[in-house]
């Protein structure tokens, strides 16, 4: 079973929840961001690293590698090991909104390859982020992300966000055809927990579409045959993890 979510830029994502650039000149900010998780859920168990810089004028860089394992922590020939990496820019439009824009690229070993721009606006209550493919007549994907801890005053032991991503389809049928996670959206409620030692803990909750292999039988000119198919289905899904940010 294999989780149809991009892996989107979590420099992107964490600009949404982390309040560090609200109010601060991004223009003079230099600084490097480094974690690792250990992930833990319905679809198994996952390795995760992060490494993101952000530099003078707004600019940043990041990259990070998802290693899925399945339920088996022995090595085998199904597991997933994809990258994601991005550099871009970030300018303010006032102390607490900001527009963010650059360059995607998105690759799984052995399997897909993306390259994509993205646009959007960050504020203190919420991040929006637009995805265009550059390859070929792929659709935009959209993200969502309200940060809950905004609207209160008083400080909430842990973070809470709910994230939503929007997957258009495209006009094209061929690509259509061949990619069945186009057309539809996820969504996910997370929890976290950072400590002042750099230790994190989380539990997300999401509905998700995932693709999964379909047997179909089919009659042909007298002959019975047989073939497999990628099938798109939603679930719900648990993760829980445990990480260090350094």
């Not at 833990?40 to 952000?54: A, H, N, P, R, V």
């Not at 860089?61 to 090595?75: C, F, H, Q, V």
């Not at 607490?96 to 606006?121: C, R, W």
């Not at 950072?194 to 998700?208: L, Q, T």
């Amino acid at each position: 079973m294999k989780n149809i979510v991009l892996l989107l830029s979590i420099c992107t994502l964490s600009l949404g929840q982390d309040s560090s650039p609200i109010n601060q000149n991004i223009d003079y900010t230099y600084s490097i961001t480094r974690a690792s998780f250990f992930n833990y859920g319905t679809s198994g168990y996952e390795l995760d690293g992060f490494i993101e810089l952000q530099m003078k004028k707004g600019l940043f860089a990041e990259s990070s590698i998802n290693y899925e394992m399945g339920d088996d922590l022995a090595y085998q020939n199904d597991e997933i090991i994809s990258i994601n990496s991005s550099i871009g820019i970030m300018k303010s439009l006032s102390t607490s909104v900001y527009v963010a824009g650059g360059l995607s690229n998105y690759t799984e070993i052995k399997n897909d390859n993306l390259n994509e721009l993205f646009f959007g606006m960050i504020s203190k209550y919420w991040t929006g982020i637009a995805y265009i493919g550059i390859q070929g007549d792929l659709a935009p994907n959209f993200l969502g992300l309200l940060d809950i801890n905004s609207f209160f005053n008083n400080n909430i032991p842990i973070d809470i966000s709910i994230m939503n991503i929007y997957h258009s389809s495209s006009k094209d049928p061929n690509i259509k055809k061949a990619n069945t996670n186009e057309g539809g959206f996820d969504i996910f409620l997370r929890l976290t927990k950072d400590y002042e030692s750099g230790i994190s803990i989380g539990y997300n909750f999401s509905r998700e579409r995932y693709e999964t292999p379909e047997s179909v039988t089919y009659l042909k000119q007298g002959q019975i045959y047989q073939k497999n198919r990628l099938v798109t289905e939603t679930g719900f899904f648990h993760t829980i993890h445990i990480g260090y940010l350094f």
